[in-house]
């Protein structure tokens, strides 16, 4: 990732990461994660294994395939010096078995030519119909704005200026300005989109969520032993009508990302991140350590949330989520940086720091309470 501090020389995919060519890119308007690739940080086919891109498209896609996601594909700077072969593109998408191509809920292509559409008739024969209708062709940047969270695509220079001079030849003037939409204030019932204190004085000062408590004990009496309890995400707009209903306080008073800031703070992000350069026998300690840091209402809400955690996996021979199949989908929601969006490299040690709460729970949270708090 050109220049980005996270990519560390050890990285399993380093020769390829480094260009930046695949990246993590926030949400769309939906709540799914979204990952970028843009063919203009492809360098010359000489100097990049293309086996080993499509291995590292799909050990990025491993993180996330368990739940929906949503790929932007930036076409401008594909060029023959850097093309793919034909031969590589069927490779790829028959090696795209079944999981990644059910969880992908949108293809969006941007500025494509009339090699994508040349492309397109060769491969039409291979691809589902499903398939085909999940892919959006945008003629112009302004159009993402309408699908996912512009500020957040970190959009290679090349392509904004890409745009601009298409503009200027189309409509002799430069592209509109994306807008993002100004936050609403809040409702006095609202569970999400507010801070913790927040919940906290609407709620007679209660430690926990109400939204958290009512979810954790229904799920506790009726979906321990589930299978592949939180691996499927339910559709957005469930999540979102759910949300609404909560919000309104329509539904008497696991969705820690719809808070300002994350549950594990911004400050214990880059002590996360390093979490994979300590010694395997010291980990949990120096998870410990940064656990100890947090200020109370945060540590007793993630100690109730981890607790329960600690609880799946245990019945894990049942509901097939162990410690590591839980951090897969809980890490992400529970920390990110304060500026721009995770970093691909930052899964690794984010998934591994949550795996290690949940499995060594008893051992991490033994020695700190807090007044008030309740357990699941």
């Given at each position: 990732?050109?220049g980005d501090?996270?990519?560390n020389?050890?990285?399993?995919?380093?020769?390829v990461a480094?260009?930046?060519i695949?990246?993590l890119a926030g949400e769309d308007?939906?709540g799914?994660k979204?990952?970028?690739f843009s063919?203009?940080?492809?360098p010359?086919?000489?100097?990049l294994?293309?086996?080993?891109?499509?291995e590292?498209?799909?050990?990025?896609l491993?993180q996330?395939?368990?739940n929906?996601y949503?790929?932007v594909?930036f076409?401008?700077g594909?060029?023959?010096?850097?093309?793919?072969?034909l031969?590589?593109l069927q490779?790829a998408y028959?090696?795209?078995?079944r999981k990644y191509?059910?969880?992908?809920?949108?293809?969006y292509?941007?500025?494509?030519?009339?090699?994508?559409?040349?492309?397109w008739?060769?491969?039409?024969?291979?691809?589902s119909?499903?398939?085909?209708k999940?892919?959006?062709?945008?003629?112009?940047?302004?159009?993402l704005?309408?699908?996912?969270k512009?500020?957040?695509?970190n959009?290679?220079?090349e392509?904004?200026?890409?745009?601009?001079n298409?503009?200027?030849?189309?409509?002799g003037k430069?592209?509109?300005?994306v807008?993002?939409p100004?936050?609403?204030p809040?409702?006095?019932t609202q569970?999400?989109?507010?801070s913790l204190?927040?919940i906290?004085?609407k709620?007679?000062g209660e430690?926990?969520p109400?939204v958290m408590?009512?979810t954790?004990?229904?799920?506790k009496s009726k979906?321990?032993?589930?299978?592949?309890?939180f691996r499927r995400s339910?559709?957005?707009q469930?999540?979102?009508?759910?949300?609404?209903l909560f919000?309104?306080g329509k539904l008497?008073p696991?969705?820690?990302?719809?808070l300002p800031?994350?549950?594990?703070?911004?400050?214990c992000y880059?002590?996360i991140?390093?979490?994979?350069s300590?010694e395997?026998?010291l980990?949990?300690?120096r998870?410990?350590?940064?656990?100890?840091?947090?200020?109370?209402h945060?540590?007793?809400v993630?100690k109730?949330?981890?607790?329960?955690l600690h609880?799946v996996s245990?019945?894990s021979i049942y509901?097939?989520m162990t410690a590591?199949s839980?951090a897969?989908v809980?890490?992400?929601n529970l920390?990110?940086?304060?500026?721009?969006t995770?970093?691909?490299?930052?899964?690794?040690?984010?998934?591994?720091?949550?795996e290690l709460?949940?499995?060594?729970y008893t051992?991490?949270?033994?020695?700190r309470t807090?007044?008030?708090e309740?357990l699941?």
């Amino acid at each position: 990732l050109a220049g980005d501090p996270e990519l560390n020389i050890n990285h399993p995919y380093y020769d390829v990461a480094r260009h930046g060519i695949i990246q993590l890119a926030g949400e769309d308007n939906s709540g799914r994660k979204v990952i970028t690739f843009s063919c203009c940080r492809m360098p010359p086919s000489y100097q990049l294994n293309h086996t080993r891109l499509l291995e590292y498209l799909k050990y990025t896609l491993d993180q996330y395939v368990e739940n929906d996601y949503t790929v932007v594909y930036f076409h401008y700077g594909l060029k023959s010096l850097n093309k793919p072969s034909l031969k590589w593109l069927q490779t790829a998408y028959k090696e795209f078995d079944r999981k990644y191509k059910k969880n992908l809920k949108a293809l969006y292509v941007v500025h494509p030519t009339n090699f994508i559409k040349i492309l397109w008739n060769i491969f039409k024969p291979l691809i589902s119909h499903k398939f085909g209708k999940k892919i959006t062709y945008l003629n112009y940047l302004a159009d993402l704005g309408q699908h996912l969270k512009y500020d957040q695509l970190n959009i290679p220079q090349e392509v904004i200026r890409h745009d601009e001079n298409l503009w200027r030849k189309q409509k002799g003037k430069l592209p509109p300005v994306v807008k993002v939409p100004p936050p609403r204030p809040p409702l006095p019932t609202q569970q999400f989109g507010v801070s913790l204190q927040y919940i906290k004085d609407k709620n007679k000062g209660e430690l926990i969520p109400p939204v958290m408590k009512e979810t954790v004990s229904y799920l506790k009496s009726k979906g321990l032993q589930v299978e592949g309890l939180f691996r499927r995400s339910a559709s957005i707009q469930t999540i979102k009508d759910v949300q609404k209903l909560f919000n309104q306080g329509k539904l008497s008073p696991h969705h820690c990302q719809e808070l300002p800031e994350p549950l594990l703070t911004f400050d214990c992000y880059d002590h996360i991140l390093e979490i994979t350069s300590v010694e395997s026998c010291l980990r949990v300690t120096r998870c410990k350590e940064i656990i100890q840091g947090l200020p109370e209402h945060n540590y007793a809400v993630l100690k109730y949330l981890i607790c329960f955690l600690h609880m799946v996996s245990q019945e894990s021979i049942y509901n097939r989520m162990t410690a590591s199949s839980l951090a897969c989908v809980f890490g992400l929601n529970l920390i990110w940086p304060q500026k721009g969006t995770t970093s691909l490299n930052a899964l690794v040690p984010v998934n591994l720091f949550t795996e290690l709460l949940i499995d060594f729970y008893t051992n991490i949270f033994n020695s700190r309470t807090v007044p008030g708090e309740i357990l699941p």
